[in-house]
């Protein structure tokens, strides 16, 4: 099984640039997150969603957008790059199940963005 | 809103013995979800163990194990006969019920290092 697959790994972009960040997963999960992660830090959420056609707001989403057409692919937007959004980027999945807050998130391996 | 503080940023261990580190919280809620989460050098977030406040029995996993503390709102995780594949940083983490998706909440990582 694939799992949770981002592209890309590694990306530079300049500022005003903009860029989409994909992930996919193949396990059928219903719950999808974007998080980044600043050095020396923990993760912290941007967006997630609880199915096809929703999404919502996590800690920190200002300069990002999301979408999710489908169960599958849950895409990241970047519109105006900016330096202080030089991060990795994750996205994860979860089952949704009888306590979904419960449930094991499963991770991709990060894309990596700098922003000059 | 919740808090999670690893107050080690680094901790060391030889090889076969034994380590803990450690996480404390800050929840007003009564029912909700600790995960200790690995990240070797790969990137890659992988679940380690995981706790439900409700359960007063420690989780624990093969060489992995937690000391869940309530009322003290404590969560570490104790690592018996430690390997070098057990190098990485070591996330704690919390999840509440929000009637959706789990959204953690990270701690700041703890870098762990095996010597032979």
């Known amino acids: 099984n694939a799992g949770v697959t981002q592209t890309p790994k590694f990306r530079i972009l300049k500022i005003g640039q903009s860029m989409t960040l994909q992930c996919a997963q193949d396990?059928?999960?219903?719950?999808m997150y974007w998080y980044r992660q600043d050095p020396g830090m923990g993760l912290k959420l941007i967006y997630y969603?609880?199915?096809?056609?929703?999404?919502d707001k996590g800690e920190v989403p200002n300069g990002y957008n999301v979408s999710r057409s489908t169960t599958e692919d849950f895409p990241l937007r970047l519109e105006l790059a900016a330096p202080s959004q030089t991060s990795v980027y994750f996205c994860a999945s979860s089952y949704s199940g009888d306590t979904p807050f419960g449930q094991p998130q499963h991770f991709g391996d990060g894309t990596r963005l700098s922003i000059l | 809103a919740q808090t999670v503080t690893q107050s080690q940023p680094e901790m060391s261990v030889q090889e076969a013995e034994t380590v803990t580190l450690s996480c404390t919280y800050d929840?007003?809620?009564?029912?909700?979800?600790l995960f200790w989460y690995k990240q070797p050098p790969s990137r890659q977030m992988i679940l380690v163990i995981r706790q439900e406040a409700y359960k007063q029995q420690n989780a624990t996993e093969n060489r992995f194990s937690v000391n869940f503390q309530k009322a003290a709102k404590s969560f570490s995780l104790k690592i018996s006969d430690s390997q070098l594949g057990d190098a990485a940083m070591y996330f704690c983490?919390?999840?509440?019920?929000?009637?959706?998706?789990?959204?953690?909440?990270f701690g700041t990582g703890t870098r762990l290092q095996v010597t032979l």
């Open positions: 396990m059928n999960h219903n719950y």
């Open positions: 969603s609880v199915g096809a056609g929703i999404t």
């Open positions: 983490a919390y999840s509440r019920d929000t009637g959706t998706a789990s959204k953690l909440t």
């Open positions: 929840t007003s809620e009564s029912d909700y979800y």
